[in-house]
């Protein structure tokens, strides 16, 4: 299943904050993840989030966190 072309690979983690259990949507994309970098392209990125963010609708998740591919 593709997500979006620019998602690498995505999944949801449990993270243990204040000794809660939440959980986060954890999105690998090619693209620039850092807003004040040259090739930053924010409608791009916040259509990939978005694209992530409805296919994972029924994940119940807490919170989105967007890394940089390996």
Do not use: C, Q, Y
Not at 2 to 29: F, M, Q, R, Y
Request: charged share 25%.
């Amino acid at each position: 299943m593709s997500l979006h072309p620019n998602i690498t690979h995505a999944w949801i983690e449990w993270v243990i904050e204040d000794g809660e259990h939440k959980t986060e949507l954890v999105i690998e994309t090619n693209l620039e993840t850092r807003p004040d970098a040259s090739g930053f392209d924010e409608a791009a990125f916040n259509s990939m989030v978005e694209a992530a963010v409805a296919s994972f609708a029924n994940s119940g998740h807490e919170r989105v966190r967007v890394i940089p591919a390996r």
